[in-house]
């Protein structure tokens, strides 16, 4: 394998994608022989030969192991050495966002679509790794439901896990959302960020970070941060810092998890939203019955037909909502049912919070409050307004605010063991014998006695339509368990006392 050739190759994609000017090629040439210890250099004839960049990456992190130069072969310090060669590709900050303001003086979409290009051109976003998620659609009372199964996400191997152990531990940056990230070379236990590069934006005026995530979920999948590391928390100024954004970016939506455990996201010591340039279920779902707000008269509001609790307002003036999904939040933060199982708190710990999203449609912005609880039982130690147990095999993790809009992240495991179950289900044979799939056991009968009812033979030609169906089906019950309000009468009756006292 010749390391010139392949220097030059990855060159060649940097010019073609213009993440570097001609002017850039030569000192960009020895840029990357001194990291590789070369003193020499000898011009090769790549002309016809494929510009293929996860090929390139792969042939140089070969050579470097070979050489001694990246230390070992895991995926985690290969992801930390193909990094840094994308790094001296990508542009130094200050020339992104240059480019980006004067393109969003034209319009903002071009920015953004500019920018979402930039951010997987120079592998920020692996666009490779995201072509392996698996992702397809079901049909539900409420809509149609994005399933993803996530494999963007590389696992560990052991070698990488004991060295994360063994990494020297660090406060700095303090999480991966702040925005001391941008252009660091990360260790074994924090990733690499030699390519990532953050637009500065005013947001209630303070300093904000826009980017993209690495692992995007939906088109655009972006992530709007806070400066400054500080916890996140639902009050009036995240409704005023929501549609700040939307404002400023009228073709996005913008929301944010709870700001409590369990029905909280993972981050919640940063105070940041995710949005993005993409219509789910819940933003299409309809009002199921509309009511209205004393002193709110001239705001639209509802319940939404959504598994979830989901109260809808609308209005030409973004600052009409603000006061109003105050005012709501402030009558929920403090609203106790005890017929309806909710709690404002117990024991001194506060339960109800709101998962709020914000977008603009026509001349109209929306906001949508989904009202949460994350009270525990003996029944539900992880939560009873969360995946119950009978669900767990598919998902036990947090419905954050991507899955309440309506789209199942789910855990890569999952696609080794459909594949499995597939074909014992195929065959005949009684998933109780393998361990992995026990857990499914008892799934595995409903879906069996299903199809038989139905007359359908499971085949090896039906057999994977048939699992996402009924993977798509068992999401649909674990966001219905997200709502504290059932799409029962029963559930209804209850969600319209809360109304009654807004």
Not at 110 to 135: G, H, P, V
Not at 446 to 457: N, Q, V
Request: hydrophobic letters at 35%; one cysteine or more; charged letters at 25%.
């Amino acid at each position: 394998m010749n390391i010139y050739a392949e220097i030059q190759k990855l060159v060649e994609y940097g010019l073609q994608k213009g993440l570097i000017q001609p002017e850039d090629k030569i000192y960009t040439i020895n840029r990357y022989l001194e990291l590789f210890e070369q003193d020499d250099f000898e011009e090769q004839d790549i002309a016809g030969q494929p510009i293929v960049l996860e090929e390139i990456l792969e042939n140089l992190m070969q050579i470097a192991f070979e050489a001694g130069i990246m230390k070992s072969d895991d995926i985690v310090t290969k992801d930390l050495f193909d990094t840094k060669l994308m790094g001296i590709l990508t542009p130094a900050p200050s020339t992104v966002i240059k480019e980006f303001r004067a393109q969003y003086a034209e319009d903002p979409k071009k920015a953004t679509d500019a920018f979402y290009a930039f951010s997987q051109d120079n592998n920020y976003i692996r666009r490779e790794r995201i072509k392996k998620d698996r992702k397809w659609q079901v049909d539900s009372p409420y809509g149609k439901i994005d399933i993803t199964i996530n494999l963007s996400k590389p696992e560990k191997d052991p070698k990488a896990i004991a060295a994360a152990k063994n990494a020297k531990q660090s406060a700095y940056p303090k999480c991966q959302l702040c925005i001391e990230n941008e252009g660091y070379a990360g260790r074994m236990n924090h990733p690499a960020r030699q390519n990532h590069r953050i637009i500065p934006i005013q947001i209630n005026g303070g300093q904000w970070g826009f980017q993209y995530s690495p692992y995007v979920y939906y088109n655009e999948h972006c992530i709007v941060f806070n400066g400054e590391h500080v916890p996140m928390k639902i009050d009036k100024n995240a409704f005023i810092k929501l549609f700040d954004f939307v404002k400023q970016f009228p073709h996005y939506f913008l929301g944010s998890n709870a700001d409590l455990p369990i029905v909280g996201g993972s981050i919640l010591s940063h105070d940041h939203f995710q949005g993005g340039n993409y219509e789910f279920a819940m933003a299409k779902a309809p009002y199921e019955e509309t009511f209205t707000i004393p002193g709110y008269e001239d705001v639209e509001a509802g319940i939404v037909f959504w598994p979830l609790s989901v109260i809808r307002i609308r209005h030409k003036e973004p600052e009409r909502l603000i006061e109003l999904a105050d005012h709501i939040l402030g009558k929920w933060r403090g609203y106790t049912d005890e017929a309806a199982v909710i709690y404002a708190e117990t024991d001194g710990e506060p339960h109800n919070t709101i998962t709020p999203i914000a977008r603009k449609k026509g001349e109209v912005y929306e906001l949508d409050l989904a009202l949460r609880n994350n009270i525990t039982t003996e029944d539900c130690p992880l939560g009873l307004y969360h995946p119950h147990a009978e669900y767990h095999h598919i998902k036990k993790e947090n419905i954050g605010l991507i899955e309440v809009m309506g789209l199942a992240v789910l855990p890569a495991r999952l696609k080794g063991e459909m594949e499995l179950l597939g074909e014992y289900l195929v065959q005949g044979k009684d998933v109780n014998e393998e361990e992995s799939l026990q857990k499914h056991a008892e799934w595995t009968k409903e879906i069996l006695a299903k199809y038989s009812e139905k007359g359908t033979a499971i085949t090896a030609e039906n057999v994977s339509e048939i699992l996402q169906e009924e993977i798509g089906q068992v999401f649909v019950h674990v966001l219905e368990d997200a709502g504290v309000y059932k799409t029962t009468p029963e559930g209804r009756e209850a969600f319209r006392r809360f109304i009654s006292v807004l």
